[in-house]
């Protein structure tokens, strides 16, 4: 079982009384796990309720039908972007970080996020069988406000450290295709008989790509 549904009652031995973001936190990551596993039709609330030990009525209670728990599970990886990024950032807005630091950190953050989430992300790739088209397409609905939430925070760094923000958003089209193929399928696109790279080697090189990239266009007369 992942160690995130353990709950501390198990450990002690004593009921506990768990809240309700707790609850809703180790079904979500049950969910996740067992939509992966067996895909979205075979997959039950029964067994994901077993897996995430709570009651199906705490179940019901939190996801009301299947399609609402797969929803939820799979934008996990995007929701978390934002919510482990937006503070990161703004811990550096009154004394702003060097460029190199600053995007490894974006960097950083999006790729174990995506790291950690994988699974899910190679599902909603990868997935023959996927649910219906409209359900899907609330799955992408939550990348494409992910996507919207980014969008002012970069253009805000990238002009007001004197790069240009000329087609953004297909520079951030490119920053989260290049991470997702180096979070998700490493071990599909690099040969075995390559040498890995450490992840500080992957975070630092990356970023350095991007930056280099972002200033091919930078307005002429900025250092």
Same mark, same amino acid.
């Given at each position: 079982?992942? @160690?995130?549904?353990?709950?501390?009652?198990?450990?002690?031995?004593?009921?506990?009384?768990?809240?309700?973001?707790?609850?809703?936190?180790?079904?979500?990551?049950?969910?996740?796990?067992? &939509?992966?596993?067996?895909?979205?039709?075979?997959?039950?609330?029964?067994? #994901?309720?077993?897996?995430?030990?709570?009651?199906?009525?705490?179940?019901?209670?939190?996801?009301?039908?299947?399609? @609402?728990?797969?929803?939820?599970?799979?934008?996990?990886?995007?929701?978390?972007?934002?919510?482990?990024? #937006?503070?990161?950032?703004?811990?550096?807005?009154?004394?702003?970080?060097? @460029?190199?630091?600053?995007?490894?950190?974006?960097?950083?953050?999006?790729?174990?996020?995506?790291?950690?989430?994988?699974?899910?992300?190679?599902?909603?790739?990868?997935?023959?069988?996927?649910?219906?088209?409209?359900?899907? @397409?609330?799955?992408?609905?939550?990348?494409?406000?992910?996507?919207?939430?980014?969008?002012?925070?970069?253009?805000?760094?990238?002009?007001?450290?004197?790069?240009?923000?000329?087609?953004?958003?297909?520079? #951030?089209? #490119?920053?989260?295709?290049?991470?997702?193929?180096?979070?998700? &399928?490493?071990?599909?696109?690099?040969?075995?008989?390559?040498?890995?790279?450490?992840?500080?080697?992957?975070?630092?090189?990356?970023?350095?790509?991007?930056?280099?990239?972002?200033?091919?266009?930078?307005?002429?007369?900025?250092?």
């Amino acid at each position: 079982m992942n @160690d995130a549904l353990r709950s501390p009652a198990a450990d002690t031995g004593k009921a506990t009384r768990r809240r309700p973001d707790e609850l809703r936190r180790l079904i979500v990551v049950a969910a996740e796990e067992v &939509f992966c596993e067996q895909g979205y039709a075979d997959a039950t609330q029964t067994e #994901i309720a077993e897996r995430a030990n709570v009651k199906r009525s705490v179940l019901y209670r939190h996801f009301p039908t299947k399609a @609402d728990l797969f929803r939820e599970a799979m934008a996990q990886p995007f929701l978390g972007l934002l919510s482990e990024w #937006i503070p990161v950032w703004q811990a550096q807005i009154d004394s702003p970080w060097p @460029d190199e630091l600053l995007m490894r950190e974006f960097v950083a953050t999006m790729y174990r996020g995506l790291r950690e989430h994988r699974s899910v992300v190679r599902a909603l790739v990868l997935g023959e069988d996927r649910p219906a088209d409209q359900l899907h @397409d609330g799955v992408k609905e939550s990348f494409r406000d992910t996507f919207a939430d980014l969008r002012p925070i970069i253009v805000r760094e990238l002009e007001g450290r004197g790069y240009s923000s000329s087609h953004v958003d297909l520079t #951030i089209q #490119i920053i989260f295709s290049m991470v997702i193929g180096l979070a998700v &399928f490493d071990s599909d696109l690099f040969p075995t008989s390559l040498e890995p790279a450490s992840e500080e080697q992957l975070l630092n090189q990356t970023a350095a790509f991007i930056l280099y990239g972002v200033s091919l266009r930078r307005p002429e007369g900025t250092a």
